[in-house]
């Protein structure tokens, strides 16, 4: 219960920095005591783009896309390197956020059962409890993990090489775009836009990409001084369980 409280606790305070409107989240009347800004009883605008940041920014984090722009920008210019990196990562949220849509917009064609549920929401729902029962269950073994993305990441940019400052990008692009297509994020972030609000999702997760890739290209190695690969797991399972749990709320409520 600690670790969640600590985590949800994280949750309620991104939704409150990143300064939405107020009369965007009221709540509805009965789930006005289970409701948590940004997490559960919002608004799914508010709901998207907190899930969106938190899940993509732990997901990401000694992600080997990380790694990529981390051993790059040591090589190469860093604004160029973001702007390759982020670039290919805004494309893939897009890409997974209309492969959601198009989920759920299956869903709406099924035709209306006894109980009339939301398969789309279930499912996605189902996706993020693996998701955090895995990446938990990962956890004790994340620093060798990390240890091992790192690596991978260094065999890609070994045998990376550009001359102008548009190949540069465009490589980038490319070598970044290839690693996370199919990857925890990709699969995640279709998750929850058949789930919440596609527009919510999409500023979220992008947000939280450019975040993470931002400290990626100014040096992600600090990061180990104050944070393990093992707490950023535990953090990162935790808040997928969270989000899961939320969805269903959000369904059955």
Same mark, same amino acid.
């Given at each position: 219960m600690g670790l969640l409280g600590s985590v949800a606790a994280v949750a309620l305070a991104a939704s409150l920095a990143l300064g939405l409107p107020a009369e965007a989240a009221a709540p509805a009347a009965d789930t006005a005591a289970l409701s948590i800004p940004g997490i559960v009883g919002d608004s799914p605008l508010r709901e998207g783009v907190v899930s969106g940041f938190?899940? &993509?920014?732990?997901?990401? &984090?000694? /992600? *080997?896309?990380?790694? &990529? =722009?981390?051993?790059?920008?040591? *090589? @190469?210019?860093? @604004?160029?390197?973001?702007? $390759?990196?982020?670039g290919a990562l805004a494309v893939m949220t897009v890409v997974s956020v209309l492969l959601g849509q198009v989920l759920h917009q299956v869903d709406e064609l099924v035709p209306a059962s006894a109980g009339d549920l939301p398969y789309d929401d279930l499912l996605a729902a189902a996706l993020l409890v693996y998701f955090g029962v895995k990446t938990? @269950? /990962? +956890?004790? /073994? !994340?620093?060798?993990?990390? =240890?091992?993305?790192?690596?991978?990441?260094?065999?890609?940019?070994?045998?990376?090489?550009? @001359? #102008? !400052?548009?190949?540069?990008?465009? #490589?980038?692009?490319?070598?970044?775009?290839?690693?996370?297509? $199919? /990857?925890?994020?990709?699969?995640?972030? &279709? =998750?929850?836009?058949?789930?919440?609000?596609?527009?919510?999702?999409? +500023? $979220?997760?992008v947000a939280g990409h450019g975040v993470a890739t931002g400290l990626a290209v100014a040096g992600g190695g600090f990061l180990s001084r104050y944070f393990s690969e093992q707490v950023l797991q535990y953090v990162g399972g935790s808040l997928f369980l969270v989000f899961a749990a939320a969805t269903v709320i959000d369904v059955f409520v």
């Open positions: 938190l899940l &993509i920014f732990f997901s990401e &984090i000694g /992600d *080997k896309t990380f790694f &990529i =722009a981390l051993l790059l920008a040591l *090589k @190469q210019p860093k @604004q160029l390197v973001f702007a $390759g990196t982020f938990l @269950q /990962d +956890a004790k /073994d !994340a620093s060798e993990s990390a =240890a091992e993305e790192k690596e991978e990441a260094a065999e890609v940019v070994d045998s990376f090489s550009a @001359q #102008s !400052a548009m190949q540069l990008v465009l #490589s980038t692009f490319a070598l970044v775009f290839a690693a996370e297509w $199919g /990857d925890k994020s990709f699969l995640a972030t &279709i =998750a929850l836009a058949a789930a919440s609000s596609p527009l919510g999702v999409t +500023a $979220g997760a």
